[in-house]
């Protein structure tokens, strides 16, 4: 038996939990590298120095395991949510073989999915079909754009934060050190700034912001096409810059959700309100 859309929204939901967590890991060792080199630096035993090239690899190893196990369990967590807006939106009817294989691509487990079954996941009261998705678009969209900005914010803080760690360790060290030590320090530092503008500390904040932009844009065409009679065309096509438009960004900051969730409720309410 195929699974019902609530098991389907709940084994999404703690799929983009994992997804979220297993980022958090890939940041962890790309940050674990950074303070490693740049300790390097100052260590005088070659001991010291080999055992710390060994832990650097470790991190790196890991890193990079998790980024893939990231990018699977995400992927996945995206195809059920397309499905999801699909079958809940538009009431189309997907194969039981689909479902089945959807199921079975899962890396999380029944039970961490009833964990997140929430028959009211969505706030639509709308039967299924074109005014349904349009409102579960509009509220996805709400609710995405004001965590991607929030995100975005975060990322800038963490991103200044370390850069002022990083400012920090090389003035204490400049006073201490030969001048091979200083030169060394100085080519650490270049080098930890260019990690940090090329990974995804700043590419994120980045990437956020520039979600948070679209998904309002895509809210003021929904508008627009409640407007006009909700042409099955148009709404497609506001379906899949949605999909694009989240799929491109990075997982929102973990736990975020959860902080701001009773204010996002609160806004949310009062805009169906005005919209009667």
């Known amino acids: 038996m195929a699974i019902n859309q609530k098991q389907?929204?709940?084994?999404?939901?703690?799929?983009?939990?994992?997804?979220?967590?297993?980022?958090?890991?890939?940041?962890?060792?790309?940050?674990?590298?950074?303070?490693?080199?740049?300790?390097a630096v100052f260590s005088p035993s070659p001991d010291a120095a080999y055992f710390t090239a060994l832990a650097a690899a470790a991190a790196a190893v890991y890193g990079v395991a998790s980024w893939f196990e990231y990018r699977r369990s995400r992927a996945q967590?995206?195809?059920?949510?397309?499905?999801?807006?699909?079958?809940?939106?538009?009431?189309?009817?997907?194969?039981?073989?689909?479902?089945?294989?959807?199921?079975?691509?899962?890396?999380?487990?029944?039970?961490?999915?009833?964990q997140h079954e929430d028959e009211n996941y969505y706030a639509s009261l709308a039967q299924p079909g074109h005014k349904r998705l349009a409102e579960m678009l509009d509220e996805a969209s709400f609710f995405s754009c004001h965590l991607a900005?929030?995100?975005?914010?975060?990322?800038?803080?963490?991103?200044?934060?370390?850069?002022?760690?990083?400012?920090?360790?090389?003035?204490?060290?400049?006073?201490?050190?030969?001048?091979?030590?200083?030169?060394?320090?100085?080519?650490?530092?270049?080098?930890?700034?260019t990690l940090l503008v090329s990974i995804d500390v700043v590419g994120a904040a980045l990437e956020y912001s520039t979600a948070a932009h679209g998904l309002s844009n895509l809210r003021a065409r929904l508008e627009s096409i409640r407007a006009r009679g909700l042409p099955r065309?148009?709404?497609?096509?506001?379906?899949?810059?949605?999909?694009?438009t989240v799929e491109g960004a990075p997982m929102f900051v973990p736990g975020l959700y959860?902080?701001?969730?009773?204010?996002?409720?609160?806004?949310?309410?009062?805009?169906?309100?005005?919209?009667g």
Request: aromatic share 6%; charged share 20%; with cysteine.
């Open 258 to 275: 959860k902080v701001m969730r009773d204010r996002l409720n609160e806004l949310w309410a009062r805009h169906l309100e005005r919209l």
């Open 8 to 39: 389907l929204v709940g084994l999404q939901r703690a799929e983009f939990a994992k997804a979220s967590r297993l980022r958090l890991h890939v940041l962890a060792a790309q940050l674990i590298i950074m303070l490693i080199s740049a300790w």
């Open 233 to 244: 065309a148009d709404l497609l096509l506001v379906l899949s810059d949605y999909n694009s």
């Open 77 to 114: 967590a995206e195809r059920a949510r397309r499905a999801t807006l699909l079958m809940e939106g538009l009431g189309e009817d997907v194969s039981s073989t689909e479902l089945s294989e959807l199921e079975a691509a899962f890396s999380v487990t029944p039970a961490e999915g009833r």
């Open 149 to 193: 900005a929030k995100s975005a914010r975060v990322a800038w803080i963490v991103f200044l934060l370390i850069l002022g760690c990083v400012l920090l360790i090389l003035f204490i060290a400049v006073p201490f050190g030969d001048n091979e030590q200083v030169q060394n320090a100085v080519r650490i530092f270049c080098a930890v700034l």
